[in-house]
C-alpha cells in the first residue's frame, strides 16, 4: 500500500510517502500501530487516515493495492 504523509507527519517522519506489503489485510488501528513503530516520534500525534481519498475509521480494512494518507488536523482563519 502506498502511505502518504502531509504537513507536520510529512516534516516528522522526513519523507513524503512510503510503499508498505503486508501478508493480508490489516485494520487502521494495525496500520497506526506499525507506523508509530516504524516512526516512534509520531506517537501521540494527531491525525485521520483516509483510504483511497476517504475518511475511515480504526477497524475498517486496508488492502495492499490502497493509497493511504495521514492527514494533521487543519487550522484556518
Known sequence: MKVLYFAHIK???NRAQD???F???ISVADL???LN???PNIQGESYQVAVNEEFVKDDEM???H???AL???VSGG
Open 32 to 34: 497506526k500501530m506499525h
Open 11 to 13: 516534516a516528522k517522519v
Open 19 to 21: 510503499e508498505f506489503t
Open 71 to 73: 492527514i494533521p488536523p
Open 66 to 68: 490502497d493509497v493511504v
Open 62 to 64: 486496508i488492502m495492499n
Open 37 to 39: 513503530e516504524t516512526y
Open 23 to 25: 501478508a493480508e489485510p
